[in-house]
Structures are given as structure tokens and as C-alpha cells.
């Protein structure tokens, strides 16, 4: 009887509940970025790249990456996964930065404001052209305290030209709701938001309703990690899309999105390039097929530069591609053996990140025509040995902003 | 959730295990009352909570042997919230109602003396959501969902075999966190001893 006692006491210990929240600081009505102007293209281009902390190094390291990304700066740092979301203008002849700052390893965030003053590269830049000095001035602060303490960083060198494509893409359209950014994984919002992380694509899950509209959820059934609607239950494939879009919301009160409106957004209002369409049940193949073709038609028309490839994860889901007519297949992603990629011929073979770097076959992908991608990388001691020492041409991560720093910091 | 470790604690105390009646019974207890939901729901802002309390039920069969410790099975009936769509539905949108009630199975310790009980439950609840829909398919789905409850009850004895009392319970949902209290009229029922 003891023993049955202690371990019913153990399981409800351990089921105890250690929700987080994370804090998004915001200027609101003080921030200066109201009365500032557009900066031009040029003052972006120029002033991207790797600056050295010469004030702030303890909690940013001592190099960050100052990145544009869709027209809004992010900066990448090398401590702790550290990130900043700005925005930014032009104020009294200077350049200004507001936004905040946080740590994707942890909950540490706080408001920052920067200044590139006149004398210090701001009249150059302005002027678009390229100055022989910038020097990034502001402070920073913790939560939502006025920010006092003190960040210096100087220009140090661009960023350098990658001799291939590189993919960042964030996973499940940018990061999960564990990583506790402002917006709900797999929503339109992360999508758009996940540049500002770094990512220069994503990977978003889809799943049909009753009524067989695709729509972007992760999970078998509906629960409160993903969901904001107590009252539903059960598996989200037996609710219409009708009865989803009426009832429930994404955890931070988004819509959740149908894979149309995902691909829209990703397409028409993102610089996105890669749009990895993560398949949860074998019946998602045919059904979004032709709405893969017609977005590959749509981005060809554009010019624009972005694949939405079909991710092909296990046998069920590569033996219903397969079964598609051949002409009907969108371009794939397979996730099974380089025996199985071929046989799909899809584009990228994607194997998962424990198997190593996997050289030999990524150098056969490569020689093949085909590209090589790892899933889902987040340590930042394993971002670092794959980049250094293998070949692939893009991973997939929660931590964007990391892959981010370090992509742009090699050397 | 401390609490009903603390509980399970004095449950396994010795004396707990106190000689206190040389017969052993199976009773049977139903109940019937009115829940009141004491958490927030978490919905989104176009939706309607509209009820917070209602009609409940809840049976019981608990091996009393010859110590102050019982041991159980607890079930019921637990209507726990209405929700109405608000507003006018989008193109996209469906519209309607729906109601969640869950089915608790509970495992169930009790300690009693004197008439007065004291119980602990662990186990799952059965959730099942049913509702209207404007556009042809109505809401059907179930899911299951770890929870306890605690329990106080004055049980007075009317005869060797039958006993009126008042309970009054309280039933925690672990993932939701949805929170009910539920006071109820009981009738108990010695259906063995021996």
C-alpha cells in the first residue's frame, strides 16, 4: 500500500504544472520610432554586418551581426542565443534603433535603444553611401525598465558572400510556443515574424479538418499547448474548418491558418525562400498537391524567389506521393534513406541531425544535383560542429537567430 | 496539488489503519447537487462562457473494511461549461454552441470516523464536447484527461444499510486547469457486508 501511495505522490509530482510566460517588452507610447522616417534601401545594405561590442559584451558577447531582414533590423548575438527585434529610422539627421532584446536559450529580455549619431556614420549612410566608421550607441535594460546600461558596438566588417545558398528555417513557421516569442507557432504571424529571427525559410505542419481543408497544426489532437479553447477536444481532424476558425485560436489568439493563406503570406509579404510543408497523415498528399503547383506557378510569375517543397517524413507519406501521378507531384523533401530520395527524386534529402554530418551522402546529394538539409538542430555546440565541419545546405531550427549568428560570423 | 499529497501522506499515517469495525462493507454512494466552476475558462475573445454552474451527479463504490481506511471507484456526471459564439461568422466561420462534460474515473481513498469522511481520487476524466453547428456537421468529440478531486462529506446513519448525507467535492482537471466545486445531497448504501 506504501509503495502504491508513493508512486501516486511521484506521478502527481511530477505532472505538476511549470508554465512560463515570457515578458515582450514594448516602448508603447514612448517610443521615438513614431516620429522617425523610412530609412532607404541603401542605408540597410550598408550598414549590414558583424560589429564588435565594445560596451555590453557581458551580456551580448563580443561580436554581434546586424541583419535587414524584409526592411526590419534583428541583430544576432553570440552569448546565450541572444537576439534583438528593431525597428528603425531616421531622427534628426541620426539613425535610430528601438526594440528589445532576450535570450532564445532562457527567459532574460529587456527594452534596448540605439543611435547611430550624425558624426558617427549616420550622414554617410543617410546620404547612401558607405561610411569609414560606424558606431551603434544606445543602452539596454531589463524587462520593461527604462533602459540605462550602456552597448557600444562598432563596424567591423560585412558579411561574408556564402558560395552557395544556405537555408535557416524555422521550425513549425519559425520557432514553438515553448521558445515563448510573441506569437504562436504555426500561425501566420510566427511566418512573418520569423525572418526578424533569422530565418530565410520555414517549415510548417498541416494537418485536414472534417471537411478536408489543409490547415497548419501540429499536434493529433487538440490541447492547451497549441490551442486557446478549453472546450475542444479530442482530434482536431474530426472539427470543420468552419467549426476551427469559429471556436478555437492559436495559443496567442491567432486564427489558426489554412495552408492558402500561410503560402499567401509566405509569398506576397515575406522575403522567405523556402517553404517546407511538413505532411502529419498520408491523406494531406493529394489534397494539397495542386495548391503546391499553384503557388510554384504563382512565385514563377513573380520572379520571386521561393520553393514550397512537400516534405515526404515517413514510408505511408512517400508511398502516397508516390502514388500521385508523376506530373501532379509538387517538388519534395524526402526524410527516409538517399535510396528513397532518389527513387522520389525529390530535391532534398533531409536527414535527422543525430545522424551526424553525414558527409559521404551529402557529397553524393550534392554531386547528384540534389541538396542536403539537417532537422532539427538547436544546440548552439552542434550548430557550430555542423557548420564547421559538414557540408548541408540549410537546418532546420527552433533557435534561428543562433544558426543565424554563427552562419554569419564564419569565417 | 501539494494538498493531496499532504492527504495521501496522513492517509498512509498508522492511524489510518486503526481497527475500527469488525465488519467488512461495500457501499455504494450516489449524489446529486449543483457544480460551480471556479476557474477561468481559457477561450478565445469571440467566444461566450456562458455557464459557469450546473446540475451534477456523482456514484461511488467504496470496500470499507475493518480499518478507517476505504478504498474506491468514484464516477458522476459533470457538465462544465457552455460556450457561445460571438458575433456574426466570417465566410470562412461556422457558428453555433458547444458544451464540455467530463466523466470522471476515479481511483479513490477515504478516511472516515464518526460520519465524517474525508477522500482523496486520482484517475481520468472522460471529456466529451457536443454542440450545434450552422453549417450541417455538429461538435462531437471526446478526449481523456488526468485530474483528482477531493471530497468532505457528513454521512448520518438512517438505518444499518442506508445513510443521508451532505458532500461536498472539489474536481481539478491537470491539463486545462479547469477547477470544479460541487456541493451535493448523498445517499449511501451498504449493498454487502460481511
Redo the contacts between chains.
Keep these: 500500500?506504501?509503495r502504491v501511495?508513493a508512486l501516486?505522490?511521484l506521478?502527481?509530482?511530477i505532472?505538476?504544472?511549470t508554465d512560463e510566460e515570457l515578458l515582450i517588452p514594448s516602448f508603447g507610447k514612448d517610443s521615438d520610432l513614431k516620429k522617425a522616417k523610412q530609412l532607404d534601401a541603401s542605408v540597410m545594405a550598408n550598414s549590414e554586418g558583424i560589429y564588435a561590442v565594445e560596451q555590453g559584451n557581458i551580456t551580448f558577447g563580443d561580436s554581434i551581426v546586424l541583419k535587414w531582414n524584409n526592411g526590419k533590423p534583428s541583430i544576432f548575438c553570440g552569448l546565450h542565443g541572444g537576439f534583438m527585434i528593431l525597428g528603425a529610422g531616421e531622427l534628426d539627421k541620426e539613425i535610430i534603433f528601438e526594440g528589445y532584446w532576450r535570450f532564445a536559450y532562457g527567459l532574460e529580455t529587456g527594452l534596448v535603444k540605439f543611435t547611430i549619431a550624425e558624426n558617427e556614420g549616420a550622414k554617410e549612410l543617410l546620404a547612401g553611401n558607405m561610411p569609414d566608421e560606424i558606431v551603434v550607441r544606445g543602452t539596454f535594460g531589463r524587462d520593461n525598465s527604462t533602459p540605462l546600461a550602456l552597448v557600444v558596438f562598432k563596424f567591423a566588417r560585412k558579411i561574408r558572400p556564402a558560395l552557395r545558398t544556405f537555408h535557416i528555417l524555422g521550425h513549425r513557421g519559425g520557432a514553438r510556443n515553448s521558445d515563448l516569442h510573441p506569437y504562436s507557432e504555426n500561425s501566420i504571424e510566427m511566418i512573418q515574424f520569423a525572418e526578424h529571427l533569422g530565418a530565410t525559410g520555414v517549415e510548417i505542419d498541416i494537418r485536414l479538418t472534417?471537411?478536408g481543408v489543409p490547415m497548419l497544426y501540429h499536434d493529433e489532437?487538440?490541447?492547451?499547448r497549441l490551442i486557446?479553447?478549453?472546450?475542444?477536444?479530442?482530434?482536431f481532424s474530426?472539427?470543420?474548418?468552419?467549426?476551427l476558425?469559429?471556436?478555437?485560436?492559436l495559443i496567442n489568439?491567432e486564427k489558426i491558418p489554412?495552408l492558402t493563406e500561410a503560402l499567401e503570406v509566405a509569398l506576397y509579404e515575406t522575403k522567405l525562400t523556402f517553404i517546407w510543408l511538413d505532411i502529419k497523415t498520408p491523406d494531406v498528399v493529394a489534397k494539397i498537391a495542386p495548391i503546391v503547383k499553384d503557388f510554384e506557378q504563382r512565385a514563377a510569375q513573380q520572379s520571386r524567389n521561393i520553393e514550397f517543397i512537400m516534405g515526404l517524413p515517413d514510408e505511408d507519406i512517400y508511398n502516397a506521393y508516390l502514388a500521385l501521378p508523376e506530373a501532379d507531384r509538387p517538388k519534395s523533401l524526402c526524410e527516409l534513406s538517399v535510396d528513397q530520395t532518389r527513387a522520389s527524386n525529390a530535391i532534398v534529402w533531409a536527414p535527422r541531425w543525430t545522424l551526424g554530418t553525414v558527409l559521404d551522402d551529402v557529397r553524393k546529394m550534392h554531386d547528384e544535383g540534389r541538396r542536403a538539409f539537417t532537422w532539427t538542430l538547436d544546440g548552439g555546440a552542434f550548430i557550430a560542429e555542423f557548420l564547421r565541419d559538414g557540408e548541408f545546405d540549410g537546418f532546420l531550427t527552433n533557435y534561428p537567430s543562433m544558426v543565424a549568428y554563427m552562419y554569419y560570423m564564419r569565417k | 496539488m501539494r494538498r493531496i499529497i499532504y492527504f495521501l501522506i496522513l492517509l498512509t499515517s498508522p492511524a489510518a489503519f486503526c481497527q475500527m469495525d469488525s465488519l467488512i462493507r461495500v457501499q455504494l454512494t450516489v449524489g446529486g447537487g449543483w457544480g460551480f466552476r471556479t476557474s477561468e475558462l481559457n477561450i478565445p475573445d469571440n467566444q461566450l462562457d456562458i455557464s459557469t454552474r450546473s446540475p451534477c451527479a456523482s456514484l461511488r463504490a467504496m470496500w470499507k473494511p475493518e480499518h478507517m481506511l476505504s478504498i474506491g471507484i468514484e464516477s458522476g456526471y459533470l457538465p462544465i461549461t457552455q460556450v457561445e459564439a460571438k458575433g456574426t461568422p466570417q465566410v470562412d466561420e461556422d457558428d453555433g454552441t458547444a458544451n464540455l462534460s467530463a466523466i470522471p474515473i476515479l481511483a479513490t481513498l477515504a478516511m472516515d470516523q464518526s460520519g465524517f469522511e474525508f477522500a482523496a481520487g486520482i484517475g481520468v476524466y472522460s471529456l466529451r464536447v457536443a454542440g450545434t453547428s450552422s453549417k450541417g456537421k455538429g461538435i462531437k468529440n471526446s478526449a481523456l484527461e488526468l485530474g483528482y478531486s477531493f471530497s468532505a462529506s457528513y454521512t448520518l446513519e438512517l438505518s444499518s444499510i442506508l445513510g443521508l448525507g451532505f458532500n461536498v467535492k472539489y474536481y481539478v482537471f491537470t491539463d486545462r486547469e479547469i477547477a470544479m466545486i460541487v456541493p451535493q445531497i448523498t445517499l449511501a448504501w451498504t449493498m454487502l457486508s460481511y
Excluded: E, H, W
Excluded at chain 1, 228 to 235: H, T
Design positions: 500500500m506504501y501511495l501516486i505522490s506521478v502527481l509530482l505532472s505538476c504544472n472534417l471537411d489532437k487538440m490541447n492547451t486557446k479553447a478549453d472546450f475542444l477536444v479530442g482530434p474530426d472539427y470543420t474548418s468552419g467549426q476558425r469559429k471556436f478555437a485560436a489568439g489554412t
